[in-house]
């Protein structure tokens, strides 16, 4: 028995209504922890090679880590995946609220579902004891109605759960998971892995406090950052605005994303950021269980088109920019509409902006005309269409139909040269940060087991200049500040630590917003299971479950390839603070190659190594390793 | 010489007057570390600038004319 973990994994099978629950060892749970390394172990031991993303065969994994459930700042967030029908590869968000909270605390480590249900249903997992409940009457229904007709039909209240609406239920490859209501396990198409099952909704109720090994030194930690977070500038800004403090400011340095990076400068910026949402519709902030930083935006809003409910909480960053400059909106009342109807269908914000700014760039271009769109008038900057192409989206609807599997795959549809305007890595939509400034970050977008994802690499800018950016590099071996643009060996060095530390953190899972230290994140699981754990343990959990999310994405027939940025960022950006600044494709090719070596994979392919695999304990992999 | 100053977010205190936009006189040479430190933001929280258009560096030097804005780094979200 691990100290601070449940100790215990519940599996369900929801082709022959099989519950059963699974005991680990010690040493499993010290090489793999929980969140993300748990993810990768059940994929590649329970997915058979190559099954289809919206098959029974697939698995999906709720994982919370082994902080998760306490009172620790950050450690209220799970990891949920499958394989993404989205890139064919991994899917693997993590997901903020109280759900991952609740499952620690209802006894599980984590959830792995695998088959399909011979009807809608839902499970029910009530503190320890779960059932497989009918759901037929609440398919078709979003996510908040969902909610509340389970918590009526349950007679609990303050239910915590994780529910798909339309969007999932359709199968759309850009939908995703929203945990109690309002936060997304965003990135990879999840909903619709979620829906190929026949799943509504996973609610959960659960009052075991886990167990601190040395609960006095676990306790003291926690009221550390609780006092401590505001002297911190990242988290004082998190604490007042949330995340889109800095939209102004990334606009003057060419990282806001304008008109599906067709364009590079967005005059509006102004009425579309944090600080305009909380002069405007902001009516609070709300926080994860145990986290004073209290970071998440509520929105409400009526005006005579639509109304915008406090429940479905606001937009972050990722959606201001999603729908505002990337499709030339400036009207913040209908982001956070569309914001809105993205959660309640379950639509991920950051796929479903990028797919719409894909075909408005498209319409201005004639590669889409009015007859493909149902006459709707596709331009960038129309905001009626896009409220109206995010429903058509979720309901699979004329030119809805065509977008609802993300601009790659609606490119390949559209055909007319429309490939080029897909902004995506793997089939996963960009986060809203131009990689032709952050090149570290660009890097990570191309080689990331999981696509173009915002949360898996560090952005370049923090590490400029000297200050306490550089604190966090500097105990990862990295000395200098480094120029935002640069692509050195050292900069390759730096972006791989840190996304091997962002491993680490979604092992755990940790909120990557709360300003711990690795060294803190090893003496809080010291503190939790009494392990001797080392920061470079540490590391080397993130090396392996990268290694192991690579090793999945082969198997599944992903190649070096696939690690590949769109043209258009090789291309000089066309105005704005980046003009004439554009990707050196050499040095990004070389620095592929840096990382892949960096890795311990190899150079050119990519594979992880023989001796890779046995050095991160996982030679079991060895056998998924080379794609057939 | 006169410099355009822009201050978001958590350093707009430190602007003048506590303004967004504000416009400074200044001696020459001054740079852009040099200046922030003489407006008592606390240089080793992350800050990022952008001098004329471009992310600068804290070394880069203001000259008459000079538009700064300067914003906490961007990041997730
Ligand atoms: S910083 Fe924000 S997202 Fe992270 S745990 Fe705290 S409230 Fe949640």
Redesign the interface.
């Known amino acids: 028995m691990v100290k601070g973990l449940a100790n215990k994994i519940l599996r369900v099978d929801l082709s022959d209504s099989r519950i059963w629950t699974e005991e680990q060892n010690e040493n499993f749970y010290r090489r793999y922890l929980g969140g993300a390394g748990i993810l990768a172990y059940y994929l590649l031991k329970e997915l058979k090679p190559r099954a289809d993303a919206l098959s029974p065969g697939n698995v999906l994994v709720f994982a919370p880590g082994p902080v998760t459930g306490t009172a620790m700042p950050g450690a209220s967030r799970l990891c949920v995946g499958a394989k993404s029908p989205l890139s064919g590869g991994i899917a693997k968000c993590e997901a903020g609220g109280f759900f991952g909270y609740e499952l620690k605390r209802a006894g599980f480590d984590a959830l792995v579902v695998q088959g399909k249900a011979a009807h809608p249903v839902y499970l029910w997992i009530n503190n320890g004891e779960v059932e497989i409940k009918d759901a037929t009457h609440l398919w078709g229904r979003n996510v908040l109605e969902t909610q509340d007709v389970i918590e009526s039909e349950l007679g609990e209240k303050r239910l915590r759960t994780a529910t798909i609406g339309p969007a999932g239920e359709n199968l759309a490859a850009i939908s995703c998971i929203m945990t109690d209501v309002r936060n997304a396990a965003a990135r990879g198409g999840l909903g619709a892995v979620m829906g190929s099952k026949n799943l509504k909704c996973v609610a959960v109720k659960g009052k075991t406090m886990p167990q601190a090994a040395d609960p006095e030194k676990y306790r003291d930690m926690a009221r550390w950052m609780n006092t401590n977070y505001m002297n911190?500038?990242?988290a004082?800004?998190f604490h007042?605005?949330?995340?889109?403090?800095?939209?102004?400011?990334?606009n003057?340095?060419?990282?806001l994303p304008v008109r599906n990076w067709s364009g590079g400068q967005f005059d509006d910026v102004a009425k579309i950021d944090a600080?305009a949402l909380r002069d405007s519709y902001r009516i609070s902030m709300e926080a994860c269980p145990g986290c004073q930083i209290r970071c998440k935006k509520v929105v409400e809003l009526e005006n005579e088109l639509y109304k915008v409910d406090p429940r479905n909480g606001g937009p972050?960053?990722?959606t201001l920019a999603g729908f505002g400059s990337f499709m030339g909106i400036n009207d913040l009342a209908a982001i956070c509409r569309a914001n809105e109807l993205c959660g309640l269908n379950s639509l991920d914000t950051i796929s479903a902006s990028g797919t719409i700014a894909f075909a408005m760039e498209c319409f201005e271009k004639g590669m889409l005309t009015l007859e493909d769109t149902g006459g709707i008038d596709l331009r960038f900057g129309n905001v009626d269409a896009m409220l109206k192409v995010i429903e058509l989206i979720a309901r699979r609807e004329g030119i809805g139909d065509v977008l609802a599997d993300g601009s790659r795959k609606a490119a390949e549809r559209i055909g007319r040269g429309a490939e080029e305007l897909s902004m995506q890595v793997k089939g996963v939509e960009f986060g809203m940060?131009d990689p032709r400034?952050k090149q570290g970050l660009g890097l990570i977008y191309a080689v990331a087991a999981n696509g173009a994802d915002?949360?898996t690499g560090?952005?370049d800018?923090?590490f400029?200049?000297?200050?306490?950016?550089m604190e966090g590099v500097r105990s990862l071996g990295s000395l200098d500040p480094l120029p935002?643009g640069d692509l050195s060996t050292a900069k390759v060095d730096r972006a791989k630590n840190l996304h091997l530390s962002r491993n680490f953190g979604d092992s755990l899972v940790m909120c990557?917003?709360t300003p711990w230290t690795l060294r803190q994140q090893v003496d809080i699981l010291r503190a939790l299971t009494g392990w001797d754990y080392t920061d470079f343990e540490a590391l080397r959990q993130g090396e392996r479950v990268a290694t192991l999310a690579r090793v999945f994405n082969l198997r599944e027939g992903l190649t070096a390839a696939d690690d590949q940025l769109p043209k258009r960022f090789f291309s000089p950006a066309p105005e704005?603070?980046l003009k004439g600044t554009a990707i050196d494709p050499e040095a990004m090719r070389r620095a592929k190659r840096t990382f892949y070596t960096l890795m311990g994979w190899d150079p050119v392919t990519g594979i992880p190594t023989q001796e890779k695999l046995e050095e991160l304990g996982i030679a079991w992999a060895a056998a998924e390793s080379v794609p057939e | 010489m006169r410099v355009k100053l822009e201050m978001y977010g958590p350093f707009q205190r430190f602007n003048k007057d506590g303004q967004l936009r504000a416009e400074l006189d200044l001696e020459d040479n001054l740079t852009v570390r040099a200046l922030l430190m003489n407006l008592g933001v606390d240089i080793d929280e992350p800050w990022n600038a952008a001098l004329n258009g471009k992310l600068a560096d804290p070394a880069d030097k203001l000259s008459d004319g000079s538009l700064l804005i300067v914003f906490p780094p961007i990041e997730g979200g």
């Open positions: 911190f500038g990242s004082a800004r007042d605005l949330g995340t889109g403090a800095d939209m102004v400011g990334g003057a340095i060419g990282n600080a972050e960053y990722e940060h400034l915002h949360m560090a952005h800018t923090l400029t200049q000297e200050g306490r950016g935002a990557h917003f704005g603070a």
